[in-house]
Protein backbone atom coordinates (compact mmCIF):
# COMPACT_ATOMS: atom_id res chain seq x y z
CA UNK A 1 0.00 0.00 0.00
CA UNK A 2 1.34 3.32 -0.87
CA UNK A 3 -0.48 5.74 1.09
CA UNK A 4 -3.41 5.96 3.23
CA UNK A 5 -5.64 7.17 0.80
CA UNK A 6 -4.28 4.65 -1.55
CA UNK A 7 -6.55 1.81 -1.06
CA UNK A 8 -8.62 -0.58 -2.74
CA UNK A 9 -12.11 0.17 -3.57
CA UNK A 10 -15.19 -1.69 -2.01
CA UNK A 11 -17.45 -1.30 -5.51
CA UNK A 12 -20.89 -3.32 -4.29
CA UNK A 13 -22.81 -3.96 -0.83
CA UNK A 14 -21.83 -7.91 -1.46
CA UNK A 15 -17.69 -6.05 -1.46
CA UNK A 16 -18.63 -5.36 1.73
CA UNK A 17 -20.60 -7.68 3.13
CA UNK A 18 -17.96 -10.45 1.79
CA UNK A 19 -14.86 -8.36 3.65
CA UNK A 20 -16.75 -8.28 7.13
CA UNK A 21 -18.16 -11.96 7.05
CA UNK A 22 -15.58 -13.81 9.70
CA UNK A 23 -14.11 -10.77 10.80
CA UNK A 24 -13.88 -8.61 13.69
CA UNK A 25 -13.23 -5.49 14.88
CA UNK A 26 -14.24 -3.73 11.47
CA UNK A 27 -15.59 -0.03 11.33
CA UNK A 28 -16.87 2.59 9.11
CA UNK A 29 -15.68 5.96 9.00
CA UNK A 30 -16.90 8.94 7.62
CA UNK A 31 -14.15 11.37 6.73
CA UNK A 32 -11.64 13.30 4.28
CA UNK A 33 -9.82 10.24 4.26
CA UNK A 34 -7.36 8.12 6.28
CA UNK A 35 -4.39 9.96 5.23
CA UNK A 36 -5.79 12.92 7.14
CA UNK A 37 -7.28 10.96 10.28
CA UNK A 38 -4.09 8.81 10.97
CA UNK A 39 -2.25 12.31 11.98
CA UNK A 40 -3.28 12.19 14.86
CA UNK A 41 -6.18 9.02 15.18
CA UNK A 42 -8.33 11.70 17.51
CA UNK A 43 -11.62 13.02 16.52
CA UNK A 44 -13.01 15.93 18.33
CA UNK A 45 -16.22 16.20 20.04
CA UNK A 46 -18.05 18.19 17.71
CA UNK A 47 -20.41 20.08 20.07
CA UNK A 48 -17.23 21.01 22.51
CA UNK A 49 -14.12 20.84 20.26
CA UNK A 50 -12.91 18.26 23.17
CA UNK A 51 -10.27 15.68 21.44
CA UNK A 52 -11.35 12.49 21.82
CA UNK A 53 -9.27 9.17 22.10
CA UNK A 54 -9.43 7.34 18.90
CA UNK A 55 -11.35 8.03 15.73
CA UNK A 56 -15.25 8.10 16.28
CA UNK A 57 -16.18 5.35 13.55
CA UNK A 58 -19.51 2.64 13.03
CA UNK A 59 -18.95 -0.94 13.77
CA UNK A 60 -19.55 -2.93 11.08
CA UNK A 61 -19.11 -6.18 12.96
CA UNK A 62 -22.67 -8.49 13.21
CA UNK A 63 -24.25 -8.40 16.58
CA UNK A 64 -25.06 -12.07 18.07
CA UNK A 65 -28.63 -10.13 18.59
CA UNK A 66 -29.05 -10.33 14.45
CA UNK A 67 -28.80 -14.29 14.89
CA UNK A 68 -29.58 -15.82 11.10
CA UNK A 69 -30.59 -12.90 9.49
CA UNK A 70 -29.35 -11.47 6.20
CA UNK A 71 -25.41 -10.54 6.81
CA UNK A 72 -26.28 -8.12 3.81
CA UNK A 73 -29.29 -6.62 5.28
CA UNK A 74 -26.99 -5.48 8.31
CA UNK A 75 -24.29 -4.33 6.50
CA UNK A 76 -27.12 -2.05 4.74
CA UNK A 77 -28.13 -0.64 7.82
CA UNK A 78 -24.66 0.19 9.17
CA UNK A 79 -23.95 1.93 6.02
CA UNK A 80 -27.39 3.71 5.99
CA UNK A 81 -27.15 4.71 9.03
CA UNK A 82 -24.28 7.88 8.50
CA UNK A 83 -24.72 8.39 5.05
CA UNK A 84 -26.12 12.22 5.83
CA UNK A 85 -22.95 13.39 6.88
CA UNK A 86 -21.46 14.15 3.15
CA UNK A 87 -24.92 16.61 3.43
CA UNK A 88 -24.20 18.05 7.03
CA UNK A 89 -19.91 18.46 6.68
CA UNK A 90 -19.07 18.54 3.13
CA UNK A 91 -19.13 16.88 -0.13
CA UNK A 92 -15.23 15.51 0.42
CA UNK A 93 -16.59 13.46 3.22
CA UNK A 94 -16.32 9.77 2.25
CA UNK A 95 -16.95 6.42 3.72
CA UNK A 96 -14.03 4.04 4.42
CA UNK A 97 -13.41 0.52 5.89
CA UNK A 98 -11.09 -0.08 8.76
CA UNK A 99 -9.98 -2.36 11.47
CA UNK A 100 -9.06 -1.18 15.01
CA UNK A 101 -9.76 -1.40 18.39
CA UNK A 102 -12.27 0.46 20.52
CA UNK A 103 -10.84 3.10 22.89
CA UNK A 104 -13.79 4.45 24.27
CA UNK A 105 -16.97 5.81 23.29
CA UNK A 106 -18.07 9.28 22.29
CA UNK A 107 -20.87 11.53 23.41
CA UNK A 108 -23.38 9.71 21.24
CA UNK A 109 -22.24 6.47 22.41
CA UNK A 110 -20.48 5.98 19.15
CA UNK A 111 -17.24 3.54 19.16
CA UNK A 112 -13.93 5.39 19.13
CA UNK A 113 -10.91 3.38 17.30
CA UNK A 114 -7.52 3.46 17.75
CA UNK A 115 -4.73 1.44 16.24
CA UNK A 116 -6.57 2.04 12.79
CA UNK A 117 -5.57 0.08 9.73
CA UNK A 118 -7.74 1.58 6.54
CA UNK A 119 -9.18 -1.33 4.40
CA UNK A 120 -10.33 0.11 2.03
CA UNK A 121 -12.71 3.44 0.41
CA UNK A 122 -16.88 2.39 0.40
CA UNK A 123 -17.66 3.44 -3.11
CA UNK A 124 -20.89 6.06 -3.38
CA UNK A 125 -22.49 3.21 -5.21
CA UNK A 126 -22.36 1.14 -2.31
CA UNK A 127 -24.50 3.77 -0.16
CA UNK A 128 -27.17 4.02 -2.61
CA UNK A 129 -27.37 0.24 -2.98
CA UNK A 130 -28.01 -0.16 0.92
CA UNK A 131 -30.11 2.47 1.03
CA UNK A 132 -32.24 0.87 -1.12
CA UNK A 133 -31.73 -2.65 0.69
CA UNK A 134 -32.99 -0.73 3.81
CA UNK A 135 -36.39 0.65 1.81
CA UNK A 136 -36.81 -3.15 0.78
CA UNK A 137 -37.75 -4.03 4.04
CA UNK A 138 -40.53 -4.66 5.64
CA UNK A 139 -42.70 -5.75 9.02
CA UNK A 140 -41.15 -3.54 12.17
CA UNK A 141 -38.68 -1.57 10.56
CA UNK A 142 -39.53 2.08 11.21
CA UNK A 143 -39.11 5.35 10.11
CA UNK A 144 -35.47 6.30 9.98
CA UNK A 145 -35.19 10.71 10.98
CA UNK A 146 -32.59 11.61 8.43
CA UNK A 147 -32.72 14.92 6.36
CA UNK A 148 -32.88 13.64 2.75
Do not use: C
Not at 19 to 38: C, N
Not at 73 to 95: F, M
Amino acid sequence: MGTPDDLPVLRTLDDVTRLIEGQDHLYVRWSRGPAKDLKAVSSKDDLTGVPMPGLSANSLDVEAWWENRPVKVWVARRLHDYSHLPREKGPDVHPWALRGRERGRGPDNEPLVGDVEPVGWIDGRVIEEAAAEVARQEGVWGPLRRRS
